[in-house]
């Protein structure tokens, strides 16, 4: 009986020893897994910046194409799933540029350029409130005419594009944007490319 008892005894020893071994690793298991749930949700942001008109031109023809207005400015909705992956949709305005042809006899057109893009959003590294991202994904972009509308053109493109984020608050963020974006993906008429820094403030529903 003395033998069964100490059996017992320590048996409950190594169950009471587990208990306490693992009540952290739960704890440890259950905020972390409660921050994701935190993290979690949709954010909204807009911003302003400058284009960098890329390289580009009209198929067929003897035409370029050069910016005639700098100036950038989009607004994004995204869902933050658990960290780091992210849905992004993006509506930016890349500027206005103008086509004119090398001998400079042909008639000109003037033409503002809208992107619409979705982006998936990873974060590679993390130093407290700071994360650096990247993002690439797919785009569907119109230039429209200053003048004829039957002049617009309309296509589908990449997107890429880097970002540094600063959370300034619990819901707050600013995030600096350097985007690119290509209409490589058909023959379209007008070939063109943008590059665009960009400042952005972020407010997200956690």
């Known amino acids: 009986m003395a033998g069964r008892h100490s059996c017992m005894r320590n048996l409950d020893f190594r169950k009471t020893c587990a208990t306490l071994a693992a009540a952290p690793m739960f704890l440890l298991w ?86 619409l893009t979705f982006q998936f959003v990873g974060t590679f590294l993390r130093v407290e409130n700071a994360a650096l991202q990247g993002r690439v994904g797919g785009l569907a972009w119109r230039a429209l005419p200053g003048t004829s509308a039957s002049d617009k053109e309309i296509g589908f493109g990449i997107a890429a594009g880097m970002s540094l984020k600063y959370d300034i608050g619990k ?11 290509r209409n490589l993906l058909e023959n379209a008429g007008l070939h063109w490319g943008a590059n665009i820094v960009s400042l952005n403030i972020i407010g997200s529903f956690r």
């Not at 819901?171 to 974006?181: G, H, K």
């Open 30 to 115: 259950s905020e972390a897994f409660a921050a994701d749930e935190r993290d979690s949700g949709w954010y909204i942001g807009a911003g302003a910046g400058r284009t960098h008109l890329a390289r580009g031109g009209t198929t067929g023809t003897a035409e370029d194409v050069h910016a005639e207005r700098v100036s950038a400015a989009k607004v994004f909705l995204g869902y933050q799933f658990r960290p780091p992956v992210a849905l992004e949709v993006t509506y930016a305005s890349c500027g206005t540029v103008g086509t004119r042809t090398s001998t400079f006899t042909g008639p000109s057109k003037t033409l503002h350029i809208r992107v």
């Open 171 to 181: 819901n707050v963020a600013v995030r600096a944007d350097f985007d690119m974006y």
